[in-house]
């Protein structure tokens, strides 16, 4: 938002354990193998990150033009959906 807005202009981004994609809410989180975050933990993160955000804008996997950007270090473990 802030490069849409033209607010700041950031030089790097740092990305832990992200939350990228709204649509990767399955019941196949429910699986007992994921016994920190399940499908309904993941559908609250999202829930709470976006309140009344347009999706559109505010998901980055939603977004259809990420030109601009400057260069993203990203942090994830070995099963994360995210």
Same mark, same amino acid.
């Given at each position: 938002l802030t490069r849409d807005r033209a607010?700041?202009?950031p030089v790097l981004q740092l990305l832990v354990y992200p939350m990228l994609d709204d649509r990767s809410v399955g019941r196949h989180l429910d699986d007992t193998g994921h016994r920190l975050w399940n499908a309904t933990s993941n559908r609250f993160g999202w829930q709470s990150y976006l309140g009344a955000a347009d999706p559109e804008? @505010?998901?980055p996997a939603?977004?259809?033009d990420?030109?601009?950007l400057?260069? @993203?270090w990203l942090g994830v473990g070995t099963l994360d959906l995210f």
């Open positions: 607010e700041i202009d804008v @505010a998901v939603r977004r259809t990420l030109a601009g400057p260069p @993203a």
